[in-house]
């Protein structure tokens, strides 16, 4: 669970005449607030009183949420007939989680978003205590279908289906049930029917027949389970889960997919899968969500990861901040897989009641394979860029240990900031060791932005009040691993705010890096009020941060690019825009 904060000292940096306090949470496996059995637990602390957070200034400008009324996991994305529709879990009555619904949005460009009624709702003995996570499929004859989790009235968890009742509605607004819901029940030895949920979107094998995998604990352990169907009506369980693991006990929001190393465009599972292709599989656990590079054995029906990890801390990782229950589908419109992810406040339930509402959705992404086909990148979808403005350009700019250049011209709460930091010297990196990747968030704590290193810390300051009693750092450290660079990506929030009972986390996450050749890293930091979403290294990290700097409301914050390294590093591109507000969800279709 997330500990108090203690407060540390943190020294003077060269480029500040001021001393700053920090604070720090201790932490080992948990990467977010998270899910327990059937119901969201939140760890954060709870507000005895609520003052600035109810200010409007926090809601964000571009990033996806619904008017009010809480919001948590993206559900069955998909694009259909010129429409994108994203759904998402929605208690209509409140600012908490509780009496979930399949909340229903639609838009032509990811972006802006038209709200619909919810799509969703427990009517029925099968969902009656819980419309949950699930997923959409396009079946072989165009017609659009949603598998999901309710909840029945024994509390258990079981599979059902939905058919949009108007196919000639561009918005599918309305769905229903057929009678022979649940399609899927928790049955056979083992399994727990408290913990099996989340279908995936579904796919062709070889034999023609669907296949869609579910969430499980199976014998204590955790599962992606495997059901056939010819007909996405009757479904019948594959002897063998697609995968399973003895490293913990329940994965939710399992995502299944295909990818080509070093292609960003994306392939449909279910048509034929290319040569070369490798298969994803990500879930959901530890409060974050986690993946595996693979191939999927046609022979067998298995899901076979390129390699085994038995600890878990060491699992790849979608994003290494506040991001959960993500979820991709591939992008008939433009060729592409995009990801979707929820990111919670981190303020207190009782700030969240005060305020009317709770969670966004990070910014859609795109995703694919690197080259070498051990990492996944994600990237901004591009239309994002249709909210740019007023356009800030740089370069050629030297930042010498302690250097410190603020970025003007820019809305500073609301922006999109591209650098490219070149590495005039790599010769002083500092040596790398391999125990910091069992706990990165640790390791951004102790090796912060004041500490200096070989090389680095360097990157950006965001959201900063006038006499940087309130910031967020962003930042880069390069470390030296044998024949290898590793890079470590930090977006430390602990003087984010100075509102009390706020969770301000030092999140961080390692990634190798060819800096002989490349010579230069990049950063892109999405800043949207109390949103800060990076993207390192070409997305080869991504870090989703919420903060809630008192400056917000105030109007008057700073932006700044900084060195805190021994070696020199150069901005040889610096790139800011301000961003306008996306009509997001502001009427009703």
Known sequence: MVMAPLPQPWPHWPFLSLFLILFSCESNLHCRN??????????????????????????????????????????????????????????????????????HSVSTDLINWIRLEPAIEGTTPSDINGCWT??????????????????????????????????????????????????????????????????????IGPDGLWRIAVGSELNGYSAALLYKSKDFMQWTRVDHPLYSSNASNMWECPDFFAVLPGKNNGLDLSAAIPNGAKHVLKMSLDYCD??????????????????ILDDRRLWLRIDYGNYYASKSFFDSNKGRRIIWGWTN????????????????????????????????????????ESLRRNEVNHQGIELKKGDLFEIKGTDALQADVEIDFELTSIDAADPFDPSWLLDTEKHCREADASVHGGVGPFGLVVLASDNMDEHTTVHFRVYKSEQKYIVLLCSDLRRSSLRPGMHTPAYGGFFEYDLEKEKKISLRTLIDRSA?????????????????????????????????????VKVSQLKAWSMRRAQVNVKKG
């Open 134 to 203: 699930g997923s959409a499929t396009i079946l072989t004859d165009d017609q659009p279908v949603i598998i999901y989790t309710g909840a029945d009235t024994e509390k258990r968890q079981v599979q059902n289906i939905v058919l949009p009742k108007n196919r000639s509605d561009p918005y599918l607004r309305e769905w229903s049930k057929p009678k022979n819901n649940p399609l899927i029940q928790p049955v056979g030895p083992g399994l727990n029917s408290n913990q099996f949920r989340d279908p995936t979107t579904g796919w």
């Open 34 to 103: 998270g899910v327990e059995a059937t119901q969201r637990v939140f760890l954060y602390p709870q507000s005895p009183k609520v003052s600035s957070i109810v200010s409007k200034a926090y809601r964000t400008g571009y990033h996806f949420q619904p008017p009010k009324n809480w919001i948590n996991d993206p559900n069955g994305p998909m694009y259909y007939n010129g429409i994108y529709h994203e759904f998402y879990q929605y208690n209509p009555n409140g600012s908490v989680w509780g009496n979930i619904v399949w909340g």
């Open 345 to 384: 406040e981190t303020d207190s339930t009782s700030d969240d009641v005060a305020k009317g509402w709770a969670g966004i959705h990070a910014i859609p992404r795109t995703i694919w394979l690197d080259g070498d086909g051990k990492r996944l990148l994600q990237w901004p979808v591009e239309e994002v």
């Open 532 to 568: 800060v979403e990076s993207f390192g290294g070409g997305g080869r990290a991504c870090i989703m941060a919420r903060v809630y700097p008192t400056a917000t409301v105030d109007g008057a914050t700073h932006m700044y690019a900084f060195n805190n390294g021994s070696s020199t």
């Open 290 to 307: 986690k993946y595996m590079i693979g191939v999927y054995d046609l022979k067998r029906d298995m899901f076979v990861p390129d390699t």
